[in-house]
């Protein structure tokens, strides 16, 4: 069970990087938008080679849109929820395929989609540290996947500016294996 304390702390964290990160998003110049995220660094290209299917995730709001950067892959999964539940499993796409609105108004494959387990993680985020600490949105849906697949390698997504000194984790929250921002690509651990 989350503590009030770390649970008011997580919350007010919330608010503060979805602010942070709105600003961030809304006053990025033309050329930092066409260049942000359209290309992968090379050391991740060479990680990705073994690990199809990848998944991936459609841009919600302020995030990060990572797409374009994985267009080439042959394989791509996105996040799927069946209802608003606390499931959320990967469902196999294609870049420029369908997509249908999802219970929380995202993007996702169609519900007739393949289910998938990838083979490596990109994950969105409000905030990260250097030592793996991701806060999420809130719902719990990707730390979930992690517990039911650990083995699996995580990569964080998110602004430079989601930067925190240190993330505030509990017992049930799962380490990333690196993080990828606009300016720098971050190993935090030594899976990959």
Known sequence: MLSDD???RKRQLRERLRFRRKHFAANLDDIARLTAFRALPASLSEILADRAPV?????????????????D?????????????????????????????GPWSTQQPADTAET???GLIFCP????????????QGGGHYDR??????????IGIGWSVQEVD??????????????LTEQEFILTGDRL
């Open 73 to 101: 892959l042959d394989e791509l999964a996105l996040p799927h929820h069946a209802e608003r539940g606390e499931t959320m499993d990967f469902r196999r796409w294609s870049p420029g395929s369908a997509l249908i609105k």
């Open 166 to 179: 240190a993330v505030p984790l509990e017992s049930t929250d799962f380490a990333l294996d690196a993080i």
């Open 6 to 8: 770390l649970a008011e």
């Open 125 to 136: 985020l409000l905030g990260f540290d250097r030592h793996g600490g991701r806060l999420g």
């Open 145 to 154: 996947y992690f517990a039911r697949h650990p083995e699996i390698p995580r």
């Open 55 to 71: 998944a991936a995730y459609v841009r919600w709001g302020d995030e990060p849109d990572i797409v374009p950067m994985l267009a």
């Open 116 to 118: 998938l387990t990838p």
